[in-house]
């Protein structure tokens, strides 16, 4: 009988610290063995299914996820896992919290020391079930222990021991996922995936959650895994290119794979996903133009807005290598901007407003790129409704309040941000609705009705041109002029003597 070799999984931002913990002490030799390491609990949680710790060590202070939240989330998912905590001094409450979620053991670091360490996990590694081997179970249990290095980024020498059961010099990768949730091939299905394969002389060999096929031409493995997937409906599988030597298998995991786990969220029906089907009508990344959006939203060019973006879906869609997160947040943001802009032009938004975080959260945990488009395709058809009811003010009202305040205080510094503010509106869009309703700029019109009104001072009296100026608004005077002579053609001076010459 042998005793089980403890499987441990260390976490920790320091790297020097993981560093230190993997070269203190000869593992090997006290019956333990390293099988990964994270910098943070996020990147632990995706390594438990493949490397099947039985201990965790983990520091309570760390980024993205720290320790207590791991601790909490493993001892829910994977109860048998004992987790032991590294902290300082002034960590004591988080350690508390710890110990409530179901930690083993707590270790100060400063006071970390080899045989502290080695008699929590002694005294923990005895209560792990022992294990009954035979010289094939001896065998298979290596070349695991040896996959799942790999598949952790650790690198493995080749050896005879590691490829004794394959016959053959061409490998390939199977990664497999189950559409209801159920983790792990049954007993059941593997059966059936060891059934087709070998009636094809393939040599099958199932380590966690990949598999690893051997032959000699492995062309018609596609088919193969899609006979199973005719049995297994809810089965899925993505299938890497072939590879020769058996130590590339972390390779072959981190650059085809893990690629085709990101492309699987634009081929959730695809039944054996391959890199063939990464470059089928896959176009080249186009940028999205979200000032050019916004400014024809601005100018209610909605249809125009519209088109440009569902076209625009359509690409993205279709950049299959793009990643899921850029992928999601690219609909995030335009469901936040077209919420926002509906808001400053003063359209009812209140319902959208409350519904845009649902959408947002269902963006957030769809499952593939054709649940993300149904997301907006609602979002937008809620968003048509909106634009369809009556303005809050209609724009004839609207815009008959902001020409009456100019008319009224054209004499005052006016400026375009200064009449946005009291309208509360937003100056771009103060820019874009001015010029669409009024077929000229803000600054045009005002320097149109301050000229009306110097024209009038100039024919009605004596007063100093360079008065006239101040009196309409003008605080330069050889601008005054400028303007003057644009609009009417003559300066004032010869204007006043046209208009007397005249009389």
């Known amino acids: 009988m042998a005793m089980a070799r403890g499987r441990l999984l260390?976490?920790?931002?320091?790297?020097?610290?993981?560093?230190?913990?993997?070269?203190?002490?000869?593992?090997?030799?006290e019956g333990f063995e390293i099988v990964g390491e994270a910098a943070h609990g996020q990147e632990a949680l995706e390594l438990i299914d493949v490397v099947e710790p039985d201990f965790i060590i983990t520091d309570i202070v760390m980024p993205i996820m720290d320790g207590e939240e791991l601790?909490?989330?493993?001892?829910?998912?994977?109860?048998?896992?004992?987790?032991?905590?590294?902290?300082?001094?002034?960590?004591?409450?988080?350690?508390?919290?710890?110990?409530?979620?179901?930690?083993?053991d707590y270790i100060l670091k400063p006071k970390l020391d080899a045989e502290s360490l080695l008699n929590v996990?002694?005294?923990?590694?005895?209560?792990?079930?022992?294990?009954?081997?035979?010289?094939?179970?001896?065998?298979?249990?290596?070349?695991?222990?040896?996959?799942?290095k790999m598949l952790s980024g650790y690198e493995v020498e080749h050896s005879v021991e590691l490829t004794a059961p394959f016959s053959y010099s061409k490998y390939c990768l199977?990664?497999?996922?189950?559409?209801v949730g159920q983790g792990e091939l049954t007993p059941s299905v593997k059966q059936k995936v060891n059934?087709?394969?070998?009636?094809?002389?393939?040599?099958?060999?199932?380590?966690?959650?990949?598999?690893?096929?051997?032959?000699?031409?492995?062309?018609?493995?596609?088919?193969?895994?899609?006979?199973?997937?005719?049995?297994?409906?809810?089965?899925?599988?993505?299938?890497?290119?072939?590879?020769?030597?058996?130590?590339?298998?972390?390779?072959?995991?981190?650059?085809?794979?893990?690629?085709?786990?990101?492309?699987r969220f634009y081929f959730p029906d695809m039944p054996v996903l391959t890199a063939e089907h990464m470059k089928i009508n896959a176009l080249p990344f186009e940028k999205f133009h979200l000032d050019w959006f916004i400014n024809e939203f601005k100018c209610k060019r909605f249809d125009s807005a519209f088109t440009y973006l569902e076209e625009h879906v359509d690409v993205i869609s279709s950049m299959y290598t793009l990643d899921v997160y850029e992928y999601k947040s690219f609909f995030s943001n335009i469901i936040f901007n077209i919420t926002i802009l509906l808001g400053n032009m003063e359209y009812e938004v209140n319902s959208l407003e409350q519904a845009k975080y649902a959408y947002l959260k269902g963006i957030e945990d769809a499952h593939n790129a054709a649940e993300v488009i149904g997301l907006l395709e609602r979002f937008l058809s809620d968003t048509k409704s909106a634009i369809s009811v009556i303005h809050k003010?209609?724009?004839?009202?609207?815009?008959?309040?902001i020409i009456s305040y100019m008319n009224e205080h054209y004499r005052d510094p006016l400026t375009l941000t200064g009449v946005a503010q009291h309208f509360h509106f937003n100056p771009s869009y103060l820019s874009s609705y001015f010029s669409t309703h009024m077929n000229e700029g803000f600054s045009e019109y005002l320097n149109r009705v301050r000229i009306e009104e110097a024209s009038k001072l100039l024919i009605a009296g004596t007063a100093p041109i360079s008065e006239i100026s101040g009196i309409v608004g003008y605080s330069d005077h050889s601008y005054f002029c400028k303007v003057f002579k644009k609009m009417k053609g003559l300066s004032p001076s010869q204007f006043r003597r046209k208009q007397w010459v005249e009389k």
């Not at 996990?121 to 799942?148: C, G, H, W, Y």
């Not at 003010?393 to 309040?401: R, S």
């Open 10 to 29: 260390i976490v920790d931002d320091e790297i020097l610290i993981r560093q230190g913990i993997k070269h203190y002490i000869d593992w090997e030799k």
């Open 174 to 179: 199977v990664s497999y996922d189950d559409r």
């Open 195 to 263: 059934k087709a394969a070998s009636e094809q002389g393939y040599i099958c060999f199932f380590a966690d959650n990949i598999l690893i096929v051997n032959g000699d031409n492995l062309k018609t493995l596609n088919s193969t895994l899609e006979k199973v997937v005719k049995l297994e409906p809810n089965i899925r599988f993505i299938m890497s290119g072939e590879f020769g030597d058996f130590t590339q298998v972390g390779k072959v995991y981190k650059e085809e794979i893990l690629k085709l786990v990101n492309g």
């Open 71 to 104: 601790t909490r989330i493993v001892k829910e998912k994977y109860p048998h896992i004992e987790v032991i905590v590294l902290s300082s001094f002034g960590d004591f409450d988080y350690v508390r919290s710890t110990f409530q979620n179901g930690v083993l």
């Open 393 to 401: 003010q209609p724009d004839n009202v609207n815009i008959k309040k």
């Open 121 to 148: 996990l002694r005294s923990m590694k005895t209560k792990l079930p022992a294990q009954i081997m035979d010289e094939q179970e001896a065998e298979t249990s290596f070349i695991k222990n040896a996959v799942r």
